[in-house]
C-alpha cells in the first residue's frame, strides 16, 4: 500500500509540474447558441496508487505496467490536450467519459490542468466493475443544470457474480431552456470473443431500453442523448433490435431512437477503435427523435457530429498498415499515446 506522504508528495509533483507546462489563461467562453458533446474512452486513466478494494494492481509503480505519478500526470495533461482541441473556440458543454478509476482523477484533470479555467463539475459513482473502472459526466455549470442522478446498477439474471459498469443517468435543463436526458455507457466487452460476451450487451441493452420506454411513457418527445462505448457496431443485435436505435435511412417515428453514428461523411475515419485490420465504431451518439426537429428548442443535424481524429491522436500501424489510435499501452508495453479510442463530439443547437 503507498503511503499517504507518497500521495500527497505526487500531488506536489503535478501541480509544479502543470505550472512549468503553463496554464491556458486566455480560455474563451462557452457558445451558448450551441453546446458541444463529447464522449471519450479514455484508456484505463487509472492514478498510481494501490487500491485495496479493486483489481488495480498492474497500474501501480510496482506493478505489471509499472504505472508512476509521472506518466499518471502526463496521460492527464494529453487528455486536456483533447478536450481544449475539441472545443475549438465552443469548448464542450458536456463531456462523458469511460474507463476511469475514480473521482480522484477526474478532479486532477479538470482542476489541476488547463481545464480549470473552465466552470465544470463532475457527476460520478465508484462502479461495482471488478478492475473498479467507471463512467462519469462533467459538465459545464453555466450551461447545464442537473435537477436528477442516478446510477442503474447491472445485475445479470443469468449470473449475478458478473461486475460491470454501471448506466449513469443524469436529467437537467441545457441552457435554461429545455429539459434533457443524458445516458453515460461502458457495456461489456469483447474479450472472450463476440459469441461468448453478446448476451451481456444484450442484457445491458434492454436495461437501458426499460428506462427509455419509462421516460417516453411520460413524454414521447423527451429529449434524449445516449453516449457510450457499447463494445458493439450501430448494426449489432444490442443496439439494432433490443435497445432498437435506427440507422440512417431508416423511416424514424415519433418515439424512436436514431443512431448518428450511421450518418456517414465522405471524408470520415473508418471507427473509433481498431482492431488488427478492422476499424469499429464502438463509441456512438444516439439520440431520440425530437432532437431532430428543428422546430424544437433543443435540435442536432445529424451529419455535424465527427470523430476527432487529429493527427497527433494517430499513429502508422506497421502490421496491418494505415493509421490506428495512438494508444497508451500496446500490450504491456507502454507507447506513451493518448487511448485507443478516438473521441466523438457533437453539437446541440439552442433557440
Request: glycine share 4%.
Amino acid at each position: 500500500m503507498i503511503s499517504k506522504r507518497y500521495v500527497f508528495l505526487a500531488i506536489i509533483f503535478s501541480i509544479i509540474l502543470n505550472n512549468i507546462l503553463g496554464q491556458n489563461k486566455n480560455t474563451p467562453p462557452i457558445d451558448t447558441n450551441s453546446i458541444r458533446v463529447v464522449f471519450y474512452n479514455l484508456e484505463n486513466f487509472f492514478d498510481s496508487f494501490d487500491d485495496t478494494l479493486t483489481n488495480d494492481d498492474e497500474f501501480t509503480p510496482f506493478g505489471e505496467k509499472h504505472w508512476t505519478w509521472k506518466r499518471f500526470v502526463e496521460k492527464k495533461l494529453k487528455i486536456s490536450k483533447v478536450l481544449l482541441n475539441i472545443g475549438e473556440w465552443n469548448m464542450p458543454g458536456i463531456i462523458g467519459l469511460c474507463e476511469l478509476e475514480n473521482k480522484f482523477v477526474l478532479q486532477q484533470l479538470l482542476f489541476n490542468s488547463s481545464l480549470k479555467s473552465f466552470n465544470y463539475n463532475i457527476i460520478h459513482n465508484d462502479s461495482p466493475d471488478l478492475r473498479g473502472i467507471d463512467v462519469a459526466l462533467v459538465y459545464n455549470q453555466d450551461v447545464f443544470v442537473p435537477i436528477q442522478t442516478n446510477f442503474i446498477n447491472i445485475v445479470f439474471s443469468f449470473d449475478s457474480t458478473i461486475k460491470t459498469r454501471d448506466i449513469l443517468y443524469a436529467k437537467g435543463v441545457l441552457n435554461k431552456t429545455d429539459t434533457l436526458h443524458i445516458f453515460v455507457n461502458h457495456w461489456p466487452s469483447r474479450y472472450g470473443g463476440y459469441l461468448k460476451t453478446v448476451s451481456k450487451r444484450n442484457y445491458v441493452a434492454k436495461v437501458l431500453r426499460e428506462k427509455i420506454d419509462s421516460i417516453q411513457l411520460e413524454n414521447q418527445a423527451a429529449n434524449i442523448i445516449i453516449m457510450g462505448d457499447f463494445n458493439d457496431e450501430p448494426k449489432d443485435e444490442s443496439l439494432s433490435k433490443i435497445l432498437k436505435a435506427r440507422i440512417a435511412g431508416s423511416e424514424f417515428k415519433t418515439k424512436d431512437l436514431i443512431n448518428l453514428m450511421t450518418f456517414k461523411k465522405k471524408d470520415q475515419i473508418e471507427g473509433t477503435i481498431k482492431y488488427r485490420e478492422s476499424w469499429n465504431t464502438f463509441d456512438q451518439f444516439i439520440i431520440s427523435y425530437s432532437l431532430l426537429n428543428k422546430e424544437n428548442l433543443l435540435y442536432i443535424e445529424p451529419m455535424k457530429k465527427n470523430i476527432f481524429d487529429a493527427a497527433y491522436l494517430l499513429e502508422y500501424d506497421n502490421t496491418y498498415l494505415g493509421n490506428k489510435p495512438f494508444r497508451t499501452y500496446s500490450g504491456p508495453k507502454f507507447n506513451d499515446g493518448f487511448s485507443d479510442h478516438l473521441p466523438i463530439y457533437m453539437d446541440i443547437y439552442i433557440k
